[in-house]
Structures are given as C-alpha cells and as structure tokens.
C-alpha cells in the first residue's frame, strides 16, 4: 500500500506562483512514477505532469515552460513548482503514483485557485 499526502494548494492572482507538495509513504519502493493530475468540476481528470524514479519529465503541452516536477528521493516527496499562472489553472490537484503490475493510487487532491 502506499499512501499519498499533497500539500501546498491556496488562492493566487493570476501571474502569481505556487508549490504543490506529495509526500509518499508505505511501500514507496514499488513506485516507479509519480506525476500531477488535476481536475474542475465537470471534466475529465487531466495530466500535468510526470517523473520517473530516473528522473525523467513529462509536461503537459498546456503548462510547459510554466510548471517544473521535481522529486526529492531522500525526503519521498514530489514537488509541483508553479509559476504564471492563469485562470484556467483553476482545479483539484492530485498526486498519482504507479506501482508496476500492481494499481495507480491517487491523493485526497489541494484546491488550487487563481484569480484574474
């Protein structure tokens, strides 16, 4: 089992920035990915962003050059870094890890808010 903690999430003015936080625990040796989603009411959950165990990076064609993943494996936390942000930023944001061959498990989510 692993569980997963985000932290981080507020109100913002648009231009503003914020760091989202996931702290894992439980059987984090399992997980090989973990990775942001997000989510507004009414939509499909959406990725934002990904790291390997190896360090890899993927990020959304929508918040490229914008948001930065990043992952401290002494401290089994996973970072969101977040800078100009716009309005349609608005959404829940989920940390999601992958365990191989076993299930994808998710965070309780953090409000993330900017205002125009």
């Known amino acids: 089992q692993v569980q997963l903690v985000e932290s981080g999430g507020g109100l913002v003015q648009a231009g503003g920035s914020l760091r989202l936080s996931c702290g894992a625990s439980?059987?984090?040796?399992?997980?090989?990915?973990m990775g942001w989603f997000r989510q507004v009411p009414g939509k499909q959950r959406e990725f934002v962003a990904q790291?390997?165990?190896?360090?890899?990076?993927i990020h959304a064609d929508s918040v490229k050059g914008r948001f930065t993943i990043s992952r401290d494996n002494a401290k089994n936390t996973v970072y969101l870094q977040m800078n100009s942000l716009k309005p349609e930023d608005t959404a829940v944001y989920y940390c999601?890890?992958?365990?191989?061959?076993?299930?994808?498990?998710w965070g309780q989510g953090t409000q993330v808010t900017v205002s125009s």
């Open positions: 999601h890890a992958v365990v191989p061959f076993s299930r994808d498990y």
């Open positions: 439980g059987s984090i040796s399992s997980i090989n990915v």
């Open positions: 790291i390997s165990n190896g360090g890899s990076t």
